[in-house]
């Protein structure tokens, strides 16, 4: 038996977009590892299909997996989708985060957490009242912002099901 030092919790249920409904619009700092500037949502899908992962903050364990998970599998390779993150880290910690950890995909930046909100997948930090941040959370988004896959985390830490979401790429 691993013993972990953290517990496991459970996470009140989500109230996500669901595959079918047209996924929130939105204005955030896109960062590269380069610079950033706002852009909307709205660019990123007319150029095609977008997968929106939301992580926690920079740094935390759960991120650090995921967007490693992600560049293993490298699916921008095999498939038409631009995949991009969502985080509640400032620009600056997240153009170092992108640079430091060779993160292939450029981040939204919401610091105010409003992104997770609308979209119904904001986690309260235990200890840190009025503290929020994204629950791990996946939409694969079609050209018009329909949902056409959607999971958000049940509990924490959670990480994305990528055998799952693969499979909801190959029926793209």
Do not use: C, K
């Amino acid at each position: 038996m691993v013993d972990l030092d953290f517990d496991v919790v459970d996470l009140p249920e989500a109230d996500h977009p669901e595959v079918g409904d047209t996924a929130p619009a939105f204005t955030r700092p896109l960062v590269t590892d380069e610079f950033w500037e706002d852009r909307s949502l709205d660019d990123l899908t007319e150029e095609g299909p977008v997968l929106l992962v939301f992580t926690t903050m920079n740094g935390a364990f759960p991120a650090t997996y995921t967007w490693n998970e992600l560049r293993e599998r490298d699916w921008e390779a095999d498939h038409d989708v631009s995949i991009v993150g969502v985080t509640i880290s400032d620009p600056y910690d997240t153009t170092e985060t992108i640079r430091d950890r060779g993160i292939d995909y450029p981040i939204f930046s919401d610091p105010q957490n409003g992104v997770a909100e609308a979209y119904g997948v904001v986690h309260d930090l235990d200890g840190m009242t009025g503290v929020t941040e994204p629950r791990p959370s996946v939409f694969l988004l079609d050209e018009e912002r329909t949902v056409e896959y959607a999971w958000a985390a049940s509990e924490w830490p959670d990480f994305p099901p990528y055998d799952e979401i693969a499979g909801a790429l190959d029926e793209q």
